[in-house]
């Protein structure tokens, strides 16, 4: 079981590097009777990576994510998707927990414009996939692929404005 008070403990870059931080603009504010509430931006989405070199390749390369930051020493990779970062994180395999945080599913949507070209494109580059894209009962299209590590990623089509 992953030791939910130390994540750290199994890869390489240190939490406060990847994780949700405050946008330069955000500050204090109170709402109510006079609580205060933070003002929160979703930096990255961290996914966590034995085979980081093939990984950042695949996300690059086959995937198309454009890629904003890279540091191969320290395993460390962010690809810009238009707000937020997919931060792709080296894990040592020798740590136990890191076993769990590589190799599932990660639980992040990827928006595309049309989400059949998406999946046939990344189909024809030999992207394993879990499910084609399937109409939701609530209206969107999913279809789940796979990384180089078995993470399994989303990609949402047919979103209403």
């Not at 405050?22 to 961290?46: C, F, H, Q, W």
């Not at 995937?63 to 191969?72: H, M, R």
Request: a negative charge.
């Amino acid at each position: 079981m992953v030791d939910e008070t130390n994540l750290n403990s199994a890869c390489v870059v240190p939490a406060a590097a990847a994780v949700v931080k405050l946008g330069k603009n955000s500050d204090l504010s109170t709402a109510g009777e006079g609580n205060p509430i933070m003002a929160y931006k979703l930096y990255a989405v961290r996914i966590f990576s034995f085979k980081w070199q093939e990984s950042l390749e695949f996300y690059q390369n086959v995937v198309g994510f454009p890629v904003s930051y890279k540091d191969n020493d320290m395993g460390w990779a962010q690809f810009d998707l238009g707000g937020a970062f997919i931060g792709l994180e080296r894990c040592d395999q020798s740590d136990p927990e890191a076993a769990e945080l590589v190799g599932r599913f990660v639980g992040t949507s990827i928006e595309v414009p049309d989400i059949q070209s998406a999946y046939e494109s990344l189909k024809s580059k030999g992207t394993p996939f879990v499910s084609p894209p399937e109409q939701q009962p609530w209206g969107s299209i999913l279809a789940h692929f796979k990384d180089p590590d078995d993470n399994i990623l989303t990609l949402l089509g047919g979103v209403a404005d």
